[in-house]
């Protein structure tokens, strides 16, 4: 993926990609007879749990981990929990999955259709948040954040990425019923969709205020769309919902409708497959669908190295496993061949400034990066402003050190929390 | 259970640019090749020895110091050979075997090993070289003795030396479209005016030198001359004169944009760069040395830490919790 | 005892070796050192000075009242910097002519008060004498050091003898300003290098 | 006019007391290290050495020149700036707590600070008048904060560079005020 | 109180012990230093131009002020009668202040010599003004009708080569001695004529 121009006196111009005019309908994935579904909860080995191996679980079940927990997940078949284990993911968070073997009787859970009549915000959270699209309903009830604006994307964010896009142009019956709901059930004041840029904005009848995004990465950011259209400058540190927006997937929005149209939780995402070449693939399939079984209906070849892209190729995250589940919020996916991978470096920053040029959020990366490598992540949050970070991972794009500039920045805004975290304990 | 694969972990973001600092620097090199094979077309076999052993030992240097600072090789990046390619170039022909040795050394060493290799050295490497054999080989320099036994077919005369020695008058012995073209006395890659601006170009548009710096450089010389020629003209020598002499072209397009010792905020760079120009045209005009390039570019590589904290608010930054 | 003296005199010729130890004292340091001699006379005018007034430091350590003792060690140490000006006016001029302002500046060394503040006020007179002259020659030693590299390679001469062929060509940097520090920084990393094994 | 300011010229950059005179070299490679403590000790010293200069100016002429005691300068001015900076301390203390606590630390600092006593030297050595030693006073301190204040920002940089052990910290500090001191040959003639 | 009085008269005694001990040297070594200065300063460079003479020229001096300025001519005689005298000027040097001695003939009121005698010049460039016999050669016998400049400033002189400013600065201190000689002649022969009786 070499993408540097010749020409580049003004830096990378990145531009997202736009979906294809007339997209065909998405292949539907069958459901696996093994899911695999991620809980945001560690497994603590010293504790009994609620649900063990061996229990039965009905298709719309919420599986919570312990009787205080607030986090479940939802299976979507009915069957039997075969093994429930810790995920380790980024930055060392840890996560907690089972496996739900299906049976074929798929026996309904009736929890939600008793509730679904009356469109209500605490009982949405308490059974919708793992829609496809990961409806951020708690973020309404969370006392702490008012919530006055809700931003609709209808854009995907990263480069690559046209699942959202797709969604945007096939069902807008779909999103306007949702829409109504989501008025309704938060009395949110403010509404807004994004669209890009070239998009027909026929949704503004709505109500709702539409917002054209431009093409080039990263506008299409929650901050940048802040920045740029609600004319909120995001705080460093601090985030959309402490300045009172959220952002939700419009897929979220199309969920939530079907969902209360047929009083069922909804659990088929869309989602786009890149193969190593470039080719697409738009694909429906069940949330806790292995990757594996996507590649497979695809005849995808993955290799020893390759790398499996959970995201878009600036913002996503390396899948270790390809037993790796689609998730509520999983759009894209993409293997990158071996031999496309660039190399990062252990060299130090040679100043020359491109990060700088390049980064939307004016962060003096070229310091900043000296103050993370040294551990000074205090000095790197007052002097160097790492808490103005967007998170787009330009800067690593670019940087002629090939230094994984992105990644110290995480790092470095995860250690300022656990710092944080220990002075408050002190 | 079947085998797994091992995939490759990592973090975002999973695209490049393609840059990398070998790249760089072979492009450095690659733009100022121009001016560098016309000071061997035109001072012969002694310009090419100077400049190959300049490149040579400033790698062996580097090579050298890596050893005994038991540190990794890090000659392949050619950063060493960019910046003994360039005091090469600052060097006469005839400059001795020792010179090449002493300067690549100090350069390599003094001007970047010590801070800790490629990125650390707060100033240019080339340039700490090359005034430490000014200061301390000041005859070396002294391109009208160096090159007494060469046959010119123009005034061989260093232009900026007689412009010291006979004043303005000097002026009216040089025309500025032969000094452009290489048709003056002076130091192996320097005097092609018109080579190194082709580099420069090539750099620039490329993205590999900041242009903010080399074009507020110009614009500092030319406004610094044409200001004081506006006060004396009977004192001060033009405008493209100062800019086709002695070490201006390389000091705007190679030596000031050096990455490590120069800003990178648009502010900084420019009162950067035309601080460089501004102190040449002074050394010049009212200081001692005949050509000022490389104290000025010293000068500014010192100031570099505090204009560059002049940088655009960072996002958020002073923004209350509203 | 006899130890202990030992002691007191040899620190200043390792463990705290001026300038390079305790870096201070600097100025001289830098600003003599063109050539051997004159860092050698920097030293020697220097350490009298220090033992000097160590010694009388360290006699008068208890009549002196606490709190003027820092004013009391600048009365003396002022003392035997005039004297040391007045004895090498009248006896070594040229040598003083070329250390010029350096030899009053001698009066605010931090190494000498520093001696008096830290040792001499609180130990007994052929203490303080050994530190005096432990310190002093060890400051001596480091200037003469200093001194030869910077002369050898910045004039071609040891103490005015030509090292090398006549076609020498001297690298008069390091008789310069600039010289002065590159080479004291680089004598210190050796010294560090040197102190690590 | 111009004349003085030629001097200042002068005594800032191109007789820069660092880096021409070799004075003040222990504040210069002590308080360098931060930005904070090289601005409160240029300030300290601009401070300082403006009140020293006018004060042993004023010894030199109307009492050791009429005495004839010429020989008692080292020990004369010694006092008169030991005791100046006593004095300064406990009325920053007393007056202006604000500027004591910034500058406090520093004061003592600078009565063994060759840059202080010398430029006193010197004012006496090239026989300025009273508003020349003044100017010079203060040009020499200004001269002195400039350069501590170019370091300190260098230093800043190449304290969290990957810069090899023995060469860390007053080993490399030494040889880039050398460099510095090259960078100042650009000022070389210009007065 | 008590402690203040001691304070108090500690430093008292330490001053004025110090006061006096610097009294006694200074008056020890009064004469020797002034011998000092003239021989280091002068001496040489007076011996140097003055080479003929039959008297010590450091002895038979005298002292003119001219504009508040006061200067000390050196006079050599030949069989007892004066035949020359010598004294010094400044100039500005790329460093510094350059002292020039110059040596000028009564009779035909041309140079006989110059000698550099003082200066802070770089090593090995702008110092073979000094070290450099032939530099300092070009102004024997020239005449004191008018100035002096280096070649590029349209005069006679050869600069040395790299140390043009250095050889403008002679040249200035020359043209001050000649300056000065023109106007002082007629006190110079006064005092001549007064020293011999
Ligand atoms: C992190 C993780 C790692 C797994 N590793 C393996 C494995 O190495 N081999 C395996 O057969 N199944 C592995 N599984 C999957 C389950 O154990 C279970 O076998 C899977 O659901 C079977 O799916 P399939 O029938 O579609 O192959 C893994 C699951 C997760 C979440
Ligand atoms: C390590 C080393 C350092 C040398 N340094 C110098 C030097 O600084 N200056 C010099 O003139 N010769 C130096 N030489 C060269 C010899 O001393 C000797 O003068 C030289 O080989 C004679 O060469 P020439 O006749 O061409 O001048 C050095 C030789 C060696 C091995
Ligand atoms: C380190 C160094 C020291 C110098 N010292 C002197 C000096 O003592 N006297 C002098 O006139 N010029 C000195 N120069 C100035 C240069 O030689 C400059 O070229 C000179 O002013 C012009 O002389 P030129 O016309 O003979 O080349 C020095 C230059 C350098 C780099
Ligand atoms: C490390 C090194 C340093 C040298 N330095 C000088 C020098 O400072 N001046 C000089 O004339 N020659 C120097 N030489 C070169 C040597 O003396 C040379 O043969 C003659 O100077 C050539 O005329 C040096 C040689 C080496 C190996
Ligand atoms: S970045 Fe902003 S919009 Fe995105 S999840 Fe965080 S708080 Fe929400
Ligand atoms: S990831 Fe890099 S480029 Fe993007 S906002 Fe953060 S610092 Fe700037
Ligand atoms: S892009 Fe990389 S090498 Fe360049 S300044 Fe930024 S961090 Fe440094
Ligand atoms: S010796 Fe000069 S400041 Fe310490």
Sequence with gaps: MIKRSFIKLTGPRLLCDQVEPDPKKPETIPIPPRLVLLLHEPLDSTRETLIKKGDTVKRGERLFLYKESTEYAVSPVSGTITSIASYTGDFGTIATYFIVERDEKDTPSNGFAEIADTPNLKSADSFLRSLPGAPPLSRFTDPDCKINTLVIEGTDSDLMSTTRQYLLATSKEEIKRGIQILRQMTGVAKIAITVPENASDDLSAEGVQVFKISQVYPKALPQMIMQDHLEIIPVPGATCEDQGVTFMSIEAVISLAKAYAQKEPVFEKVLTVIAKDGTRHRVKAVIGTPLHRIFKQFKLQTNERDRIIVGGPMMGHAAYTLYHPVGPDTDTVQIQDRDAIPYVSDYPCINCGKCVRVCPANVPVNLLVRYLEADLYEEAADNFDLQSCIECGLCSYVCTARIPLFQYIQLGKHQLIELETEANNA | ?322 | MAQSIAKEFTKGLWAELPPFKLVLGLCPVLAVTQSVENGIGMGLATTFVLICSNFLVSLLRNIIPAKVRIACYIVIIATFVTIVELLMQAYVYELFLKLGIFIPLIVVNCLVLGRSEAFAGKNAPHMAIADGLGMGIGFTLSLGALGAVRESLGAGTILGTPLFGPDFQPFTFMVQAPGAFVCLGLMLCMMNLIGKK | MTDFFVLAISCIFVNNILLAQFLGNCPFLGTSKKMETAVGMSMAVVFVLVMAGIITWMTDTYLLKPLNIEFLRTLSFILVIASLVQFVEMFLKKSIPGLYAGLGIFLPLITTNCAVMGACLINIKEEYTFLQAVVASFTYAIGFGLALVLFAGLRERINIARVPQPLQDTSLGLVTAGIIALSFYAFKGMV | MREMISMVVVLTVLSAFSGGLLATVRSSTQDQIENQVLKFQKAPAIKAILSDVSNDPLQDRFKLTTDGVEDTFFVGKQDGKATSVAFETKGKGFEGAIGLMVGIDLETDTIIGVRVTTHSETPGVGSRAKDDPSFAAQFEGQSLENGFSVKSDDGAIDALSGATITSKGVCIAATKAQELYVKLKPEITNQITNLAN
């Design chain 2, 1 to 322: 259970m079947h085998k797994q694969n091992k995939y490759t972990v990592s973090h975002a973001p999973f695209w490049h640019d393609g840059d990398t600092v070998t790249t760089l620097n072979q492009n450095i090199i690659l733009a100022a090749l121009p001016a560098a094979i016309f000071g061997i077309l035109k001072f012969g076999a002694p310009a090419l020895g100077v400049l190959a052993l300049a490149v040579s030992t400033a790698m062996l240097w580097e090579l050298a110091f890596n050893f005994i600072s038991k540190r990794e090789i890090t000659i392949a990046d050619y950063d060493s050979a960019a910046i003994g390619l360039l005091v090469g170039m600052m060097l006469p022909a005839t400059a001795p075997w020792w010179i090449v040795l002493i300067g690549t050394l100090i350069a390599v060493v003094m001007g970047k090993m010590i801070y800790g290799g490629i990125g650390g050295n707060p100033f240019n490497p080339a340039v700490v070289g090359i005034s430490v054999l000014l200061v301390s080989w000041n005859a070396i320099f002294d391109f009208d003795a160096a090159l007494l036994n060469y046959e010119f077919g123009f005034t061989a005369l260093a232009p900026l030396g007689a412009l010291k020695h006979q004043g303005v008058a000097a002026m009216d012995l040089f025309q500025i479209k032969e000094l452009a073209m290489g048709n003056q006395v002076g130091s192996i890659g320097t005097v092609f005016g018109a080579g190194i601006i082709l580099g420069g170009i090539y750099l620039i548009l490329r993205g590999y030198i900041r242009w903010e710096i080399s074009l507020s450089y110009v614009a500092g010389i030319l406004i610094t001359a044409f200001l004081f020629r506006l006060v004396n003209p009977d004192l001060y020598a033009s405008p493209l004169f100062h800019l086709f002499t002695g070490y201006t072209l390389l000091g705007a397009f190679f030596l000031a944009p050096e990455n490590s010792s120069s800003p990178v905020n648009l502010t900084a760079m420019i009162i950067y760069g035309a601080m460089g120009g501004v102190m040449t045209i002074l050394i010049r005009n009212v200081g001692s040395y005949a050509d000022g390039t490389v104290f000025a570019i010293l000068l500014i590589n010192l100031i570099n830490p505090l204009i560059d904290r002049i940088r655009p608010q960072a996002l958020g930054k002073g923004v209350n919790n509203a």
